[in-house]
């Protein structure tokens, strides 16, 4: 049971290029989620998904687009880097119903240069 | 929007001490508050949270208490260890599953 996994790990871009990241959970969770961790920022909500097939815009959407692929899957795709995106992104997993805890995944270290 | 304040932003504290870290939140509507301890380069743990019809919970050494009139919240660790020593978040939702909506986080210290 790996729990909440995400790759890549480190990542650099240059300004304008594109990237997915991607995520997976093995613990048949419905809802899932996307935060990036700025220094002094805390965690913030980009977007996440309720259930399958449902997305939606958390705090910071702006230059994010998200898929809900299926159950276990929920990817963040920068369709044109910049430099302000440059951050460290978390995905997590709840159960929704059961249990209102969420699961971290260990990040992706993103720098857009 | 929920906007969830955390104090303070830095605490050093002596291994064998007391810590409390506070939080206050603006959505009355909110009713779950947990707590989440991010070690170097890992992504967040829950360690504790509280749904608000409990005022307190307490788990070995630490503990949660609530004050839904007031809308704040806070973790006591007693005993303190340096393996204590961590990033600690609150944050607040007013429903299942859904979106945390996180405070700013505090550097915790334990010093032997």
């Known amino acids: 049971n790996a729990g909440v996994t995400q790759t890549p790990k480190f990542q650099v871009l240059k300004t304008g290029q594109s990237m997915t990241l991607q995520c997976a959970q093995d613990?048949?969770?419905?809802?899932m989620y996307w935060y990036r961790q700025d220094p002094g920022m805390g965690l913030r909500l980009i977007y996440y998904?309720?259930?399958?097939?449902?997305?939606d815009k958390g705090e910071v959407p702006n230059g994010y687009n998200v898929s809900r692929l299926n159950k276990r899957e929920f990817s963040l795709r920068l369709e044109s880097a910049a430099p302000s995106q440059t951050s460290v992104y978390f995905c997590?997993?709840?159960?929704?119903?059961?249990?209102?805890?969420?699961?971290f995944g260990p990040g992706t270290r993103l720098t857009v240069t | 929007g929920e906007n969830v304040e955390q104090h303070p932003s830095t605490l050093s504290v002596q291994e064998g001490d007391s810590a409390v870290i506070k939080c206050t939140y603006s959505d009355s509507a909110s009713n779950y508050f947990p707590w989440y301890k991010q070690e170097l380069g890992k992504g967040p743990q829950l360690i504790i949270d509280?749904?608000?019809?409990?005022g307190e919970k307490k788990d070995q050494r630490i503990a949660v208490t609530l004050n839904k009139t007031a809308k704040h919240f806070s973790l006591h660790i007693t005993e303190t260890q340096p393996e204590d020593s961590a990033v600690y978040f609150c944050a607040a939702s007013y429903y299942s599953g859904y979106a945390l909506n996180f405070g700013k986080g505090t550097s915790l210290l334990v010093t032997p």
């Open positions: 998904s309720a259930s399958e097939g449902t997305t």
């Open positions: 613990m048949n969770h419905n809802s």
């Open positions: 509280i749904r608000s019809n409990v």
């Open positions: 997590a997993s709840s159960e929704a119903t059961a249990s209102y805890e969420q699961y």
